[in-house]
């Protein structure tokens, strides 16, 4: 069965301090008001990852994610973050190619292969994000971008590994803009991916493999998104900054 998951993507914001507030108002609600078996990740930037893992000490349903990491194992590439360095911190989930990282530092499939080969050499789950742009949208080609980015990084793993990987489908023209996909829209991507994962790996391995969506995904579209049979949960940008928004969102599943 595969999980049903939320992810707070919280980019480049809040200092430590309201990262650790965020932090301990989300442990409050989520335990006093989220039933069922919903994951809930929250990736924060790299220096809080390890604050917001202590607040959380062995919560079992809430766990830390980082944004990115090296493609590198080790050595002289300032700046960076590898695979083993969150391994060692105790990180389970990592996101790979979001669309500000393929956008802005020139992320691109090639790189993402290696990107979610070391992060599963580590024992990481790769947040692995894919999706069209506008322009793409409007001449009708999301369905074939979409297909070739998720064959392109994922399709050279095994069976087994691409059980590990969570894959989230973000249109670009949705993240950030409070222009969301319609459920519809949503459910059709999805089960595209769903069927492009089918057949190159069979039914039953495409069904254990959760499929998230992001793109403005907020406390009043979240139910009638996640409803969808192939949308398994979200990867939330700006409506995880709230405690109480994303408490919603996540009640939403
Ligand atoms: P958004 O971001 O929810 O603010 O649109 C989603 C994302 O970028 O993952």
Known sequence: ???????????????????????????????????????????????????????????????????????????????????????????????????????????????????????????????????????????????QLVKKQVEEALFHLSAEAIQKVVIAYEPVWAIGTGKTATAQQAQDMHAIIRKHLAAKYGQAVAEEISILYGGSVNAANAKELFANPDVDGGLVGGASLKSREFTEIIKSI
């Not at 430590?16 to 989520?30: D, F, K, V, W």
């Not at 335990?31 to 202590?54: H, I, S, W």
């Not at 911190?89 to 956008?103: C, D, F, K, N």
Request: charged share 20%; with cysteine.
């Open 1 to 143: 069965m595969r999980s049903k998951i939320v992810a707070g993507n919280w980019k480049m914001n809040k200092t430590l301090e309201e990262a650790q507030t965020l932090t301990s108002e989300l442990i409050g609600m989520i335990a006093d008001e989220v039933k069922g078996n919903v994951k809930v990740v929250l990736c924060t930037p790299f220096p809080y990852l390890v604050p917001v893992k202590n607040l959380l000490g062995s919560n079992a349903r809430i766990s830390v994610g980082a944004q990115n990491c090296s493609e590198h194992a080790s050595g002289a590439y300032t700046g960076e973050t590898s695979a083993s360095m969150l391994k060692s911190m105790g990180v389970p989930y990592v996101i790979l190619g979001h669309s500000e990282r393929r956008q802005y530092f020139g992320e691109d499939s090639k790189l993402l292969t290696k990107k979610t080969d070391i992060a599963l050499a580590n024992g990481l789950t790769p947040i692995f994000c894919c999706g069209e742009p506008l322009e793409v949208r409007e001449a009708n080609g999301h369905e």
